[in-house]
Nanobody
Framework: VQLQASGGGTVQAGGSLRLSCAAS????????MGWFRQVPGKEREFVAKIRWGSGVTYYADSVKGRFTISRVSAEKTVYLLLNSLEPEDTAVYYC????????????????WGQGTLVTVSS
């Protein structure tokens, strides 16, 4: 599957953004779509994931209550709504697919989008 992420930009602290990840190719109900983020010099960090079929979600503690992951199956698109943004959320955000569906480790995701930059100013 190929993934195309978009929606990044620059926003002031407290603001919101919505990221999109459009997929081409087959996505099965057992697959999980995830969002990760990375800043220079640090490892890619898990943000959120959603199981394609059931819609069950899981979040990193650092974003729980502020970010919302969702998917529209007919569009084969995953969204990440970022609310109450903080300067610490500044990063390149990546969407990815995990065919096993049980991991929060970037190493277990086999397809990646190109990343979209989110910059939060204080």
């Amino acid at each position: 599957v190929q993934l195309q992420a978009s929606g990044g930009g620059t926003v002031q602290a407290g603001g919101s953004l919505r990221l999109s990840c459009a997929a081409s190719g087959r996505i099965f109900s057992s697959h999980v779509m995830g969002w990760f983020r990375q800043v220079p010099g640090k490892e890619r960090e898990f943000v959120a994931k959603i199981r394609w079929g059931s819609g069950v979600t899981y979040y990193a503690d650092s974003v729980k209550g502020r970010f919302t992951i969702s998917r529209v199956s007919a569009e084969k698109t995953v969204y990440l709504l970022l609310n109450s943004l903080e300067p610490e959320d500044t990063a390149v955000y990546y969407c990815a697919r995990d065919t096993n569906g049980s991991s929060m480790s970037a190493a277990d995701y086999d397809s990646w989008g190109q990343g979209t930059l989110v910059t939060v100013s204080s």
